[in-house]
Structure formats: structure tokens, C-alpha cells
């Protein structure tokens, strides 16, 4: 099972990433997939999740509106725009299966640095 984030980097506030999430090794169609954050110093955070057909979606209050999630074809995307400073730390995607209601498969995160 592999689940590869990828597409941070540095970008001043106002600023816009894609992150995308390529997925490997599970039944993609049978999972939700979500993507978390951790700042320095911080607890990990949920940010956005989708469900496996893709028809539902929901956000952090911290990113709603300024945040879009999406999928296809073993990929799933996180469209970040507006990014504020408090966006920057490690986003993590992960894949919960759609009966359960722990995610069990975690990647490897992407850096997101926002400076002002």
C-alpha cells in the first residue's frame, strides 16, 4: 500500500499549491481519502476528506472556501489557494475504508511553507 504526497513548496501568503495524493496497493474505489496537517509544535489536523465515488465532500472551518478537494483515477488532489501562514506545516494524505471509521493507510507528507 502506498500513498504518495506530493507539490509542496514555498509560497508567500495570497499565494496557491496543487498537492496532489498518487495512491498504489488498495482498492482506491473503496476508500475515502483525506488530508491532514501538522504544523511545528502542533497536533496533527484534519483538513479536507472525500468520499470514495467522490459526491461528498467537507473542510476544515479554518480552510472552507479557500480549500478544494477532489479525485480520480488513484490520485486525489488538494487545490490550496489564499494560503495564510497558519496553512504552512506537513499535509499528510490518507485513506480511511469506507465502512470503517479509522484511516488506516497514511503516506509520507509534503511541506507547505507560506511566508508573509
Known amino acids: 500500500v502506498q500513498l504518495q504526497a506530493s507539490g509542496g513548496g514555498l509560497v508567500q501568503t495570497g499565494g496557491s499549491l496543487r498537492l496532489s495524493c498518487a495512491t498504489s496497493?488498495?482498492?482506491?474505489?473503496?476508500?475515502?481519502i483525506g488530508w491532514f496537517r501538522q504544523a511545528p509544535g502542533k497536533e496533527r489536523e484534519f483538513v479536507a476528506a472525500i468520499t470514495r465515488r467522490g459526491r461528498t465532500t467537507n473542510y476544515a472551518d479554518s480552510v472552507k472556501d479557500r480549500f478544494t478537494i477532489s479525485r480520480d483515477s488513484f490520485k486525489v488532489y488538494l487545490q490550496t489557494d489564499s494560503l495564510k501562514a497558519e496553512d504552512s506545516g506537513v499535509y499528510y494524505c490518507a485513506a480511511r475504508h469506507w465502512t470503517g471509521s479509522q484511516y488506516s493507510y497514511w503516506g509520507q507528507g509534503t511541506l507547505v511553507t507560506v511566508s508573509s
Open positions: 496497493g488498495f482498492a482506491f474505489d473503496d476508500y475515502a
